[in-house]
């Protein structure tokens, strides 16, 4: 009786966890330049694709294709937000979505271009296939790393932003971008390297997630709304926020599909429509 | 004291120049006409276009005149189609009332929902109207008893437009039909935003925080256009139904509401024909290139997405707009 | 000329706009706290104060731009502490921007024309083109012409020139036939020499307009206003004709810096 419903808490705190990687940075560049990035996914389907291949062609094992799919996400996020991004900032809302909807458009195109339209096959190693049973509850070894993976990345970002120079630059800049103009903070800088470590963590997230989700070119696609349902959710700039709202998403999709398959992912939106129209900041948004 | 102005007939004749008929305008809806003679095999592309173009008529209402984004429009074009479908589906296939109650659904959903969209701007308003088109879809595809879900609605028959006009397989009717709805609507429009209520949607567009401050009721014009929009939109998603007599699941995708903004601003958005030559330049190219894999003409439209935020920030037409003044300034 | 000695006559009539007991505060900010102020009807009353002082808070608070934490506004002997903004403008409560608050894509004569029209009740209007209203069409007219813009009407408003767009900042406010009009730094960034000529134009405005504006200049102020406000650290600090605040050393004190509360 207890059993599967612990199972599908865990379950949906894993996927959470993973819906949290792939959010958080957007979640940051947002709240700090007010940027809508709808091509936030398509990183993360890079870092996947990136996996992907280095497994598949290469022979490269699991872990050591991680920082690569980081560091591709990121340099390519570098190179579009000098060359495209940053000349839409003070532009409109309309011009910044059209602008990425292009972009997500393009990746999509071009996935299904290099690796056809098919769901990629990964082989994961073998210490993390498999389950073990604790007190009547199945517990995935894969989500189980996953659930850890993400814990460790959450620790190492809040620590950075509380207790590095750095951190305190981004903290100053989410908070009021004019003052932290005034206070000498090179907000553009401190945004490009923030937008970068953010697509990174994207492109691991995406890493990451084909053992559970898959992975094919409309990734880009249909992340993109969970990924906009915890940023808008959670509140910009807001790492705690995100956090939580990524954890209740994962746990209530989870939930939602086990119990009442029938009704799809409505139920996510409609709950997701009732927070913006109760907090359009978000649950933890300033303001 | 105050200066008493003298009467001037300048202010009225400058008015009055800006809601003249231009030769191009007549030109323009007289070649509409083209496709009965010249290509009548692509009968049913021109319907398809015409029907698109209201469509984009109906964003640019919103989007191109008050200034208010929508990611999830295709919520009003699904309903319509939703409408107009079920009720032939239940029988009633008589063409012209089914369009007018597929409006008038259209238009009450989209009042109710105007009442949420006019406090919200900015993100918040994107992910709202991308939420309420997601919500749409998903509810249509789980309602599969009554929508028939990801299969599409089957059994749609329409009876003869006035009784008379078979929608036969050539689009002949669908062509004359889409066209004559899409030319009413037009003209409606063309009023509209002529009048002191498109003036007001314009000032909505040009400075939301002044309308307040010179006593504009910007929330209950904000309502008005949107469930007027919205009516137009189903009144195009019925023209779809009716005309192809099925509805596919795809009426309410976000990929619709995608494409329906990227026509608007492709042609360009805020000037009543950029959303209709938005339509033509995509659906002809589609169709020309229909041969390509859809991925690949999503790349290229997105690269034109791209290309227009960068390079054309008032589309193909405003474009034209400043070539033209260019010129001008040039000879001048 | 400024009408002096206007001040006598708030005896006899409520004032046209008063607060009782204003507070506003954004966290631990204050940027208003106790706010009691009236501005007697035709009068011609300057707002001054250092930066951050509270002059635009205080005009936002009293137009519904800002809800005030507590206290109550009164338009002559209406409360209008709740109203939406549109809705005190309606009542003839009217402002205009320190920063251009315009309408870049539309040319002056369209919108002084939008504020006549939704004054008109013709906002909603959508059958008829704009021609068909004559009426709304020559009254814009007439009011951009008095201040000096009936040549430059037909430019779109971001093709005028800067002190071009400050007279239109006030001629979007006149076209909503105001009663109290609140003018925040209407010379804000236009040259000497122009500024005054603008506040010519703004003590032309007919008597029974109730004027309160924010200045810096107080050249201007003082041969403009009839009384004076000086704020500091959102609350009134002192109120008096130009003649008292010149001589009050508190005054003097915030503007020579030596107890700066800014």
Redesign the interface.
């Known amino acids: 009786m207890i059993g599967p419903l612990v199972g599908v808490l865990f379950d949906g705190f894993a996927y959470g966890m993973l819906l949290f990687l792939l959010s958080v940075g957007l979640s940051v560049t947002?709240g700090m330049m007010?940027f809508?990035n709808l091509a936030h996914c398509s990183f993360a389907m890079l870092g996947g694709y990136v996996t992907v291949s280095l497994m598949n062609d290469l022979g490269w094992p699991f872990f050591a294709t991680l920082p690569l799919a980081f560091l591709a996400a990121a340099a390519v996020s570098v190179v579009l937000e000098r060359v495209?991004y940053r000349?839409?900032y003070r532009?409109s809302?309309?011009?910044q979505?059209?602008?990425t909807?292009?972009?997500?458009?393009?990746?999509?195109?071009?996935a299904?271009?290099i690796y056809g339209?098919v769901q990629q096959p990964v082989q994961m190693p073998d210490y993390l296939q498999g389950s073990f049973v604790v007190m009547g509850v199945n517990i995935a070894v894969y989500r189980l790393f996953l659930v850890g993976a993400a814990l460790a990345i959450t620790l190492i970002l809040v620590a950075g932003l509380e207790y590095t120079r750095f951190g305190a630059q981004v903290r100053a800049a989410v908070d009021n971008q004019r003052m932290a103009r005034g206070l000498g903070i090179n907000v553009g800088g401190v945004f490009a390297v923030t937008f970068a470590l953010g697509s990174g963590l994207a492109g691991l997230g995406g890493s990451l997630a084909i053992a559970i989700v898959g992975l094919d070119?409309s990734f880009a696609?249909t992340y993109l709304?969970y990924v906009?349902?915890v940023v808008?959710t959670g509140g910009?700039g807001s790492i705690g926020g995100s956090f939580v709202a990524a954890a209740l998403l994962g746990i209530s999709d989870v939930a939602g599909k086990y119990y009442v398959p029938?009704?799809?992912?409505?139920l996510i939106?409609?709950v997701?429509?009732g927070m913006?129209?109760w907090r359009?900041?978000g649950l933890f948004g300033k303001r | 004291m105050t200066v008493l102005a003298p009467a001037s007939a300048e202010p009225h004749r400058y008015l009055q120049a800006q809601i003249r008929w231009h030769g191009l305008e007549i030109a323009f809806w007289i070649a509409a006409l083209l496709p009965f003679l010249l290509f009548k095999t692509y009968l049913v592309l021109a319907s398809q276009i015409a029907i698109t173009a209201l469509f984009a008529l109906s964003l640019d209402l919103i989007?191109g005149y008050a200034g208010i984004?929508s990611?999830g429009h295709a919520a009003f074009f699904g309903l319509g189609s939703y409408t107009a479908g079920l009720l032939a589906k239940l029988g009633w296939g008589e063409p012209l009332t089914g369009l007018v109650i597929a409006a008038a659904v259209a238009g009450l959903v989209g009042y109710a929902a105007s009442l949420?969209i006019a406090r919200?701007r900015?993100?918040?308003?994107?992910?709202?109207t991308?939420?309420?088109g997601?919500?749409l879809h998903?509810?249509a595809?789980?309602a599969s008893w009554l929508t028939g879900g990801a299969d599409g609605l089957q059994g749609v028959r329409m009876w003869p437009l006035l009784g008379y006009f078979r929608f036969d397989l050539y689009g002949v009717t669908a062509y004359t039909y889409s066209l004559i709805v899409l030319f009413l609507v037009f003209l409606a429009s063309r009023r509209l935003i002529h009048s002191p209520f498109g003036l007001s949607l314009r000032g909505i567009r040009e400075n939301p925080v002044r309308m307040p401050a010179i006593g504009a009721p910007s929330s209950a014009h904000i309502r008005k256009i949107y469930t007027i929009s919205a009516a137009v939109a189903g009144t195009a998603g019925a023209l779809l139904a009716q005309t192809t007599q099925t509805v596919s699941l795809e009426v309410l995708s976000?990929q619709r509401s995608?494409d329906v903004?990227?026509m608007l601003?492709l042609g360009g958005a805020g000037r009543l024909y950029g959303g209709i030559l938005g339509a033509i330049i995509y659906l002809v190219a589609r169709d020309q290139l229909s041969g390509f894999?859809p991925?690949?003409?999503?790349?290229w439209?997105?690269?034109?997405?791209?290309a227009?935020?960068?390079f054309l920030?008032n589309g193909v037409l405003g474009g034209l707009a400043w070539l033209r003044a260019a010129w001008r300034g040039k000879t001048a | 000329m400024a009408p002096r000695g206007m001040a006598g006559q708030d005896s006899v009539s409520a004032p046209a706009l008063s607060t009782r007991g204003l507070d506003k505060s954004f966290g631990s900010l204050v940027v208003a706290s106790g706010i009691e102020f009236a501005l007697p009807q035709g009068a011609r009353y300057a707002l001054v104060g250092p930066n951050g002082a509270g002059k635009t808070t205080l005009i936002n608070l009293m137009t519904g731009m800002l809800r005030p934490d507590a206290g109550r506004i009164f338009l002559g002997e209406q409360e209008i502490t709740s109203l939406r903004p549109e809705e005190r403008v309606k009542r003839g409560l009217v402002r205009t921007f320190q920063i251009n608050t315009l309408f870049p894509h539309l040319s002056a004569l369209e919108a002084v024309t939008l504020a006549v029209c939704e004054r008109r009740g013709h906002g909603g209007a959508w059958w008829k083109g704009l021609p068909a209203y004559r009426e709304a069409v020559d009254e814009a007219y007439g009011i951009l012409f008095s201040l000096m813009l009936g040549d430059y009407c037909y430019r779109l408003t971001r093709e005028l020139a800067y002190g071009q767009q400050r007279l239109l900042e006030i001629a979007l406010a006149l076209a909503t036939k105001p009663t109290v009009l609140l003018l925040d730094e209407p010379a804000a960034g236009v040259p000497n020499e122009e500024s005054a000529e603008l506040f010519d134009a703004i003590s032309g405005l007919a008597q029974h307009i109730s004027v309160l504006f924010i200045e810096h200049d107080m050249d201007i102020v003082f041969r403009f206003a009839s009384r004076i406000i000086v704020m500091v650290g959102g609350s009134v600090l002192v109120e008096g004709t130009p003649s008292e605040i010149a001589a009050d050393p508190r005054v003097r004190e915030v503007y020579l810096g030596k107890k700066h509360h800014g």
């Open positions: 947002l007010n809508v495209l000349r839409l532009a809302d309309l011009d979505c059209l602008l909807i292009g972009i997500v458009f393009v990746s999509v195109a071009s299904a271009y339209t070119p696609f709304i906009l349902i808008s910009l029938q009704l799809g992912s409505f939106y409609l997701m429509l913006l129209m359009p900041a | 989007l984004v990611l949420v919200f900015h993100l918040a308003l994107i992910m709202i991308l939420g309420m997601l919500l998903e509810a595809n789980s976000f995608a903004l990227v601003i894999n991925q690949y003409w999503y790349f439209i997105g690269i034109m997405l791209i227009v935020v960068m920030p």
